[in-house]
Nanobody
């Protein structure tokens, strides 16, 4: 079993910054893609940013140039640096990791609240 534990959420004013962290633990043979998703009230969960094992990244158009995803493979940890935050970034942010060698299983963190005040 794999556990993902997120940290770093909170309340920040518009224009501010936050850094989210997500550490994976448990029986881990290989972590493939990792990513951050978010879900605002009344909306569907959406991909914010993803990073492959090799470090290739992709971002939602709404966060390009403001958010940066990175990972530390030695620590099984993924980060999301969020700058120039906007009220519309307010959501619960979830970490996701695809784990396995042959059979790939997706795991989710418990979510961390990010609230951006105007």
């Amino acid at each position: 079993q794999v556990q993902l534990v997120e940290s770093g959420g909170g309340l920040v004013q518009a224009g501010g910054s936050l850094r989210l962290s997500c550490a994976a633990s448990g029986t881990i043979f290989r972590i493939n893609n990792m990513g951050w998703y978010r879900q605002a009230p009344g909306k569907q969960r959406e991909l914010v940013a993803g990073v492959t094992t090799g470090g290739s990244t992709n971002y939602a158009d709404s966060v390009k140039g403001r958010f940066t995803i990175s990972r530390d493979n030695a620590k099984n940890t993924v980060y999301l640096q969020m700058n120039s935050l906007k009220p519309e970034d307010t959501a619960v942010y979830y970490c996701n990791a695809e784990v396995g060698l042959v059979r790939i299983t997706a795991y989710w963190g418990q979510g961390t609240q990010v609230t951006v005040s105007s």
